[in-house]
């Protein structure tokens, strides 16, 4: 029914996707991330985008990844997808030698439930990056051998 791959965003039709997708999830003028850097992964329905996800190297956790973004179109929320573009990016970040995600919601108890569904954790950061309001969440990746 979906199928979401990691996607080349020096490739500008995927970057294109990936603004387009932005700006349906996102309506509440929250700006969009460089699409340039990092990783970053659709999920279609058919030929059609409708999820994205991206991850950054942190630029406030030493040795791990930053999931910045992930979002599901509407009518396709409740189908799994936001947990199954994390256990992506959180493969790659494996891939890539990072040892830790950290990631931060406001107002988002969808997401927030989510990542205690993949095994994230709250966290102090010793430097907060957001709103007074924001939780943020950190996950250590555990090392799984081949076979």
Known sequence: ???IREVDTQDDEVTDSLAELHDVIFCDGTRAPDFEQGHWWIAFRGAAP?????????THVANAGYLCRVGVVMPHCGHGLQVRLTRALEARARRTGWS???SDTTDNRISANNFIRRGYRLFEPVSPWAWQHTLYWRKELVWKSPG
Do not use: D
């Open 1 to 3: 029914m979906y199928r």
């Open 50 to 58: 409708i999820a994205f996800a991206g991850v950054v190297p942190s």
């Open 100 to 102: 830790t995600i950290v």
